[in-house]
């Protein structure tokens, strides 16, 4: 197949994703909206107004807890949402057997994981737009580095949707598909930096959190936002490109050898 | 003499191995040649090897050794080129059920690099030609299980292969709409694409299938012609329905006769005997028959006697 039919075969999985979650947006779109609203009501505007200021702004302007929890929120919603999506789509193709119908086709792999990929970053995108809105009903947000905003969304959905797609390739059930969200993925995120800075952690907690690549996707995303970051976002962005380069090569690596979905 | 090129052959398997990771080795060297045009039966007792040899010719299997050219295409070097050709009617439903046909149908044109508005034509053509046009926007999970068949057989011509591969279409599917998609088929066929099929329903293969292979236990045990292998069989029994009940049976020379009950008889005779002879034979002893049928048709019973081993098979690859 040509270069121009693989791309009619990526946007045809990546059409079909987003009409998916379109589709079932009670359980894609709505639920990440009420948590994060919750998180804001709770966190931000309950116990956040008893903590006062996290950190200064550009121009020495106090930043306080709800607008410093809130990118970190976004970028939760985003990983949760990118993962999930991947996951669950992926892993119903092959329960119910129609991912059979891209495997008998000519396109190539890489076709099959970037329309994967796609849809998720798509989805990931859908609620990040969805909670950046909720967080404008509590507080003010500044983009004060759209690009690396921009840039740093976009990485950590790629990154996440990658994960979920090796996740989905070695699930054999459903309950596969809940273990690295659950156990893995939801620690990883609270103990990212979303509600807290990390420099405030004793050591070795500190130097701990620093092994957590969420961390760094949470602070680069804050920075993009506020202008602030606890990380070196050199050191962000290395960490972030390193694993879409490994989580890249891993899912071809694994499509190739038909890993969980060729006998 | 002719120095016209010999034509590709729309399947050429050779010597094809395929043990699974649990040991079991369900492909011993198959090799078989399938001509462009044919309308070609594969079949097998269940466990024989069918689904793994369609699986390795569409990718969906690995295979242990040996090579699949589809057109001249390797399966395994030329993946992208020998998937275009092919299309395939799997043996288990697979798609998406909270899709619709339309959707399906487009949706597998695209994953060939077909443009959406030249596959929503394609899918309104085969959609109408198989009967589901009217299902075209339902939900996919309120078809009945015919119309998921007939879906199965549109979205697999969605890319309108040279080479369709049928793994048992009409399992499950009743007389009236089984016939329905053979004359579709039929068509498909008569207009130039190759067709492989497999089935349990053995009349359907005898009717439609000019050439066949049977395999058993990952082997190839028979390979030719439907009208050679239909030749081999040199008895048949029928079953003869009588006027009045009988008590016991009389002997005719050359025939075995089996009582089943007091109306019904089976008469197994040499295909080279007269079966005026019986008649008369059965009238002369006051016995009229008021029907006759095959007891089995005549591919069942070699596949049963190649299967049972009774029946020597050639075991050579078809011309």
């Given at each position: 197949m040509n270069a121009h039919g693989n791309l009619v075969a990526l946007g045809t999985i990546?059409?079909?994703?987003?009409?998916?979650?379109?589709?079932?947006?009670?359980?894609?779109?709505?639920?990440?909206?009420?948590?994060?609203?919750?998180?804001f009501i709770i966190f931000g505007s309950l116990i956040g107004s008893r903590i006062g200021t996290m950190a200064q702004g550009i121009g020495g302007a106090p930043i306080s807890y709800i607008e410093y929890i809130a990118p970190g929120l976004i970028m939760m919603a985003v990983i949760q949402n990118a993962y999930g999506n991947i996951t669950s789509s992926f892993f119903s193709a092959k329960f119910q057997r129609f991912v059979e119908e891209m495997l008998v086709s000519p396109m190539p792999s890489w076709a099959i994981l970037a329309g994967y990929v796609t849809g998720a970053v798509l989805r990931g995108f859908m609620v990040g737009v969805i909670v950046l809105a909720i967080s404008l009903f509590f507080t003010k947000i500044h983009l004060y580095h759209p690009l690396v905003m921009l840039s740093t969304?976009?990485?950590?959905?790629?990154?996440?949707a990658l994960l979920g797609f090796v996740n989905a390739i070695y699930a054999r059930k459903f309950d596969d598909i809940a273990i690295i969200p659950t156990f893995v993925l939801t620690p990883l995120t609270y103990l990212g930096g979303v509600f807290y800075n990390v420099a405030q952690l004793p050591s070795p907690w500190k130097e701990?959190?620093?092994?957590?690549?969420?961390?760094?996707?949470?602070?680069?995303?804050?920075?993009?936002?506020?202008?602030?970051?606890?990380?070196?976002?050199?050191w962000a962005y290395l960490i972030m490109f390193a694993f879409v380069v490994g989580l890249g090569v891993l899912c071809m690596s694994l499509l190739h050898r038909g890993v969980g979905l060729r006998s | 003499m002719s120095n016209a090129p010999?034509?590709?052959p729309a399947l050429e398997?050779?010597?094809?191995?395929?043990?699974?990771?649990?040991?079991?080795?369900?492909?011993?060297?198959?090799?078989?040649?399938v001509q462009a045009g044919d309308f070609y039966a594969l079949l097998g007792p269940n466990g024989a090897g069918k689904s793994t040899l369609i699986g390795i010719v569409s990718s969906l299997v690995n295979p242990s050794a040996g090579d699949v050219r589809v057109f001249g295409h390797s399966v395994r070097s030329e993946?992208?080129?020998?998937?275009?050709?092919?299309?395939?009617?799997?043996?288990?439903?697979?798609?998406?059920?909270?899709?619709?046909p339309l959707d399906i149908c487009v949706n597998q044109a695209g994953f060939y690099g077909i443009e959406r508005d030249v596959a929503r034509a394609r899918a309104e053509k085969?959609?109408?030609?198989?009967?589901?046009?009217?299902?075209?926007?339902?939900?996919?999970?309120?078809?009945?299980?015919?119309m998921k068949r007939r879906l199965m057989i549109a979205r697999a011509m969605m890319n309108e292969p040279r080479l369709l591969i049928l793994d048992e279409p009409t399992a499950g599917v009743d007389i009236e709409i089984r016939r329905s998609m053979w004359k579709?088929?039929?068509?498909?066929?008569?207009?130039?694409?190759?067709?492989?099929?497999?089935?349990?329903y053995l009349e359907e293969a005898e009717q439609l299938c000019r050439n066949i292979t049977i395999i058993d236990h990952g082997q190839v045990i028979e390979n030719t012609s439907m009208k050679k292998l239909l030749s081999k069989l040199d008895v048949e029994t029928f079953v003869f329905d009588l006027a009045n009940p009988i008590d016991g049976l009389p002997t005719i020379d050359a025939v075995k006769l089996t009582h089943i009950d007091a109306h019904t008889i089976e008469v197994e005779m040499s295909r080279a005997h007269d079966l005026n002879s019986v008649f008369a034979a059965l009238s002369a002893r006051g016995i009229m028959v008021n029907s006759m049928r095959n007891k089995a048709n005549r591919l069942e019973e070699l596949f049963v006697r190649l299967v049972e081993g009774n029946l020597g098979g050639t075991g050579k690859e078809a011309a």
């Open positions: 990546a059409r079909r994703e987003v009409m998916r979650i379109l589709r079932i947006w009670s359980q894609t779109l709505l639920p990440p909206a009420i948590t994060m609203t919750l998180y969304f976009l990485l950590a959905a790629v990154i996440f701990i959190s620093h092994l957590n690549p969420i961390l760094y996707m949470v602070n680069a995303f804050r920075y993009g936002l506020l202008g602030v970051s606890d990380i070196d976002l050199t | 010999a034509p590709v398997v050779a010597d094809l191995r395929k043990t699974y990771a649990t040991g079991v080795e369900a492909l011993k060297g198959i090799s078989l040649i993946r992208s080129a020998a998937m275009q050709m092919i299309g395939l009617v799997p043996q288990e439903i697979n798609f998406n059920l909270f899709e619709t085969y959609l109408k030609e198989l009967a589901l046009w009217d299902k075209a926007r339902a939900v996919t999970r309120t078809l009945s299980g015919g579709f088929i039929e068509g498909i066929n008569a207009a130039g694409t190759t067709v492989i099929l497999t089935t349990h």
